[in-house]
């Protein structure tokens, strides 16, 4: 298992931007799928992203295309999501999760994923 510590979250407004980062420690980072999930209140935890070990092939959530990019930098343990154009509905807990096995399937859930991050709220007002 690796230990994730998510970090980069906040208040910002609508049509705002921010990057979310993962950190990870353990050994062999590279070879885990990394993704991010967010959740809010009374419901349930929700795919928004993922990247293979490599950092060449991602999967996002249909709602996510074009605003969210995942990526990683393996050297430093890291997994980034970058968000654009914002909205308050983007108003969640952002958890990091790592795989050390994913499906090709593209869709993914919460029992995909073995380590989990604390969360980073990420708030987003109108």
């Known amino acids: 298992q690796v230990h994730l510590v998510e970090s980069g979250g906040g208040l910002v407004q609508a049509g705002d931007s921010l990057r979310l980062s993962c950190a990870a420690s353990?050994?062999?980072?590279?070879?885990?799928?990394m993704a991010w999930f967010r959740q809010t209140p009374g419901k349930e935890r929700e795919f928004v992203a993922a990247?293979?070990?490599?950092?060449?092939?991602?999967y996002y959530a249909d709602s996510m295309k074009g605003r969210f990019t995942i990526s990683r930098d393996n050297a430093k343990n890291t997994v980034y999501l970058q968000m654009i154009s914002l909205k308050p509905e983007d108003t969640a807990v952002y958890y990091c999760?790592?795989?050390?096995?994913?499906?090709?399937?593209?869709?993914?859930?919460?029992?995909?994923?073995?380590?989990w991050g604390q969360g980073t709220q990420v708030t987003v007002s109108s």
């Open positions: 990247i293979r070990g490599g950092g060449s092939i991602t």
């Open positions: 353990g050994r062999a980072f590279s070879t885990y799928a």
């Open positions: 999760a790592a795989a050390s096995s994913l499906s090709l399937s593209g869709r993914y859930y919460v029992g995909d994923f073995g380590s």
